[in-house]
């Protein structure tokens, strides 16, 4: 079975400074995996995700994040936080067509507070 | 504009009154999907649908019933609700059986059991 652990539930950082929310995964076979953002209130919105190719991988509102195959991580990353960044952050996981089950298995989701 | 709707956003209703929470998307996404939200339990798949009239069980269907007549709509049904349905549900869609597509998400019901 699939897994997506966000060993974090929370993380704090002052505005300015780099941010990395930590993402780790367990699947059977080549992963697709995803990251997106939860604003109070709201949805979830997608903000990038890894397929195939080159390991880092850059999305939306300046988030990047990098594909370690070897220690099965994907950790979301941004050079400089915004305190518009402050949200709930979460990881998925899925596995390619035919490989077993089309569903996509999120982390428990960390919370991200950035410090004026 | 694309976007996924979801109706009421909020619903306060008591133990065993049947209740249906709506979702519709008018992107002609094939894939729908439904999850809940809890804290420190991150997002779970409720169900899903590959097409009008697939559907699949996800991680925690009990309690649960969906239907998909049309590809617009993927309704889910609490048949007799429970406190421990408290939760806060979003419905998702997607284009297709791809796993690089990503899914859109409504903006969440929030829904309590007395």
């Known amino acids: 079975a699939q897994s997506v652990a966000q060993p974090e539930d929370q993380v704090n950082v002052a505005e300015g400074n780099p941010l990395t929310v930590k993402c780790t995964y367990s699947?059977?076979?080549?992963?697709?995996l995803f990251w997106y953002v939860q604003y109070p209130n709201r949805g979830l919105q997608f903000l990038l995700k890894?397929?195939?190719?080159?390991?880092l991988v850059k999305g939306s509102y300046g988030f990047e994040a990098e594909f370690n195959k070897s220690q099965t991580s994907f950790h979301l990353k941004k050079p400089a936080a915004l305190v518009s960044d402050s949200a709930l952050y979460f990881c998925?996981?899925?596995?390619?067509?035919?490989?077993?089950?089309?569903?996509?298995?999120f982390g428990k989701g960390t919370k991200l507070s950035v410090i004026p | 504009e694309a976007q996924v709707t979801q109706n009421p956003r909020y619903l306060i209703t008591v133990t065993g009154k049947k209740l249906t929470v709506t979702c519709s998307q008018n992107?002609?996404?094939?894939?729908m999907s439904w999850y809940r939200q809890d804290p420190g339990l991150g997002l779970r798949q409720i169900y899903y649908?590959?097409?009008?009239?697939?559907?699949d069980k996800g991680d925690v269907p009990e309690g649960y019933k969906v239907s998909r007549k049309e590809k617009r709509n993927f309704p889910l049904i609490l048949e007799s609700p429970s406190p421990n349905q408290t939760s806060l549900y979003f419905c998702?869609?997607?284009?297709?059986?791809?796993?690089?597509?990503?899914?859109?998400f409504g903006p969440g019901t929030r829904l309590t059991v007395l």
């Open positions: 699947v059977s076979g080549n992963p697709y």
């Open positions: 998702a869609s997607s284009q297709a059986e791809s796993s690089t597509d990503t899914q859109y």
């Open positions: 992107m002609n996404h094939e894939y």
């Open positions: 998925a996981v899925r596995v390619p067509p035919g490989a077993g089950s089309y569903q996509l298995t």
């Open positions: 890894y397929i195939t190719g080159d390991n």
């Open positions: 649908s590959m097409n009008v009239e697939v559907t």
